[in-house]
């Protein structure tokens, strides 16, 4: 009878963890919950929103070269008076007189202009650099919206597989406590017929309360991480699709090393961005750079002017029109130190710019690395936990056998079950990171996208 029950309870108690985690069918998995985050994270609608403002900056470049038309009009009211003295005046028929003295007069005088100029520009070092920044801003921008997606489908992946993670954990300490409540009650059956001491008893309770403390801050550390995966998608919560326990890793492999540093000097998002700033810096320098100042402009304009109003003796009128083309030249003689000042402070901007590109080097180099040998460690500590896992049910079977036996006490059982539970936990975690730390090498490389999510969703059920 008490070999009977003891192995039940204990068979029972062992499954407990695959139970608690199959017991509701999965409905979210994620590859939709990254879809779904993409539809509601407001940090990634803002990317958006910026890459569509920065997209606009290649027509503003483009814009600096065409050709611009101007219109401009005025109407006005007051007195003109004008007064010339000692003139010359010559004419066919008239002579000539000097000292001539004229005036006129518009009272009350209303007046109209307008003018319409069409002007482009020939050469102008600033506008060149103005371009060549504004395309480089575009570029950013669909680089800076390249880097806000692997981010964000990176905060779901790691916010999924913590909720995976803290759903483990609940579950192990739920199983240690049950199976420690019924190692209780099966302890006090023993100790009322007389075939036990109290002792089992007391082990068994202080087990079962031990557990049922812990459970308590893991309950809430694993509805914080809900949370924050809620926060996230904005998705009511759903049982999430696990990472098969069957399923190997085997897909999920690392590569070579120097492979993925080539890679990721290529396309990593922020390297990328680093690399615009180091050449929106250098054109930065080449407005400063000598004769740079110097613009050359080609204009055409036509410009009217009427003018109405009461002279002497009668009405006044002025009519005035005149159509010009031309070229202009402007050069910068002097700017009061300007110019030579912009020169050094964008040449140190150049250098300032430059340290941060290799800066950015160094620090996605150092990802890379971190995530290849988190990688390679976590592969290896699944491949360990998974012999821990098999030597921690032989230890089960070893002290049930020899509680059945009256050679081991009930905390011994006790121990060897929670034992394998928080190694079958330990394991689900290890395969976990192996998930992700592939994830984190994606992203290093600049490569992680829904088809790399998709990957792992094959792994889940």
Do not use: C
């Not at 002579?95 to 007046?111: L, Q």
């Not at 981010?151 to 992946?157: E, M």
Request: charged fraction near 20%; glycine fraction near 8%; hydrophobic fraction near 45%.
């Amino acid at each position: 009878m008490k070999a009977l029950t003891l192995g039940r309870v204990a068979r029972a108690s062992v499954t407990v963890l695959a139970a608690a985690s199959t017991m509701a069918h999965a409905q979210t998995d994620l590859v939709s919950a990254a879809r779904e985050a993409m539809a509601h994270d407001p940090v990634y609608a803002a990317a958006v929103a910026q890459h569509e403002a920065d997209a606009t900056k290649r027509k503003q470049a483009q814009a600096g070269f065409l050709p611009q038309v101007f219109a401009a009009g005025n109407v006005r009211y007051g007195a003109i008076d004008q007064e010339t003295t000692g003139a010359h005046f010559s004419g066919g028929g008239f002579g000539s007189s000097n000292g001539i003295a004229f005036d006129t007069r518009a009272a009350g005088a209303t007046g109209a202009g307008w003018a319409i100029t069409i002007k482009e520009n020939l050469y102008s070092a600033a506008k060149h650099a103005d371009a060549r920044q504004m395309n480089d801003a575009a570029d950013a921008g669909d680089v800076s919206l390249r880097l806000a997606r692997q981010t964000l489908l990176l905060q779901v992946a790691q916010s999924y597989f913590a909720v995976l993670a803290a759903e483990d954990d609940v579950a192990a300490l739920k199983s240690t406590r049950d199976a420690a409540l019924e190692a209780r009650k099966i302890a006090q059956g023993h100790f009322d017929a007389g075939d036990a001491s109290i002792t089992d008893v007391n082990d068994a309770l202080a087990r079962a309360d031990l557990a049922q403390a812990q459970m308590v801050a893991a309950t809430t550390a694993l509805e914080l991480k809900r949370a924050e995966l809620h926060d996230l998608t904005g998705a009511a919560d759903a049982p999430l699709r696990r990472l098969d326990r069957t399923a190997g890793l085997t897909s999920l492999h690392a590569g070579d090393f120097a492979d993925w540093q080539a890679r990721a000097m290529t396309d990593n998002p922020l390297l990328a961005l680093r690399r615009l700033g180091v050449d929106s810096a250098r054109a930065e320098t080449s407005r400063y750079r000598p004769g740079a100042g110097t613009t050359v402009d080609a204009f055409a304009s036509y410009i009217g002017d009427r003018v109405n109003g009461a002279g002497y003796g009668g009405n006044s009128s002025m009519r005035s029109n005149s159509a010009v083309v031309g070229i202009m030249v402007t050069i910068p003689l002097y700017t009061g130190g300007l110019r030579s000042a912009k020169s050094e402070e964008s040449a140190a901007l150049l250098n300032r710019a430059g340290l941060d590109e290799e800066a950015a080097r160094v620090f996605v180099a150092r990802e890379v690395r971190q995530a290849f040998l988190g990688m390679q460690s976590a592969k290896a500590q699944v491949d360990a936990l998974a012999q821990a896992v098999h030597s921690a049910e032989l230890q089960l079977e070893s002290n049930r056998t020899g509680f059945e036996t009256g050679d081991r006490p009930s905390i011994d059982v006790l121990n060897a079950e929670q034992a394998l539970f928080a190694t079958r936990r330990d394991l689900a975690a290890a395969r976990y990171q192996v998930v992700l730390n592939r994830l984190r090498l994606a992203a290093a490389a600049g490569e992680l996208d829904e088809q790399q999510l998709a990957q792992i969703n094959a792994l889940l059920h």
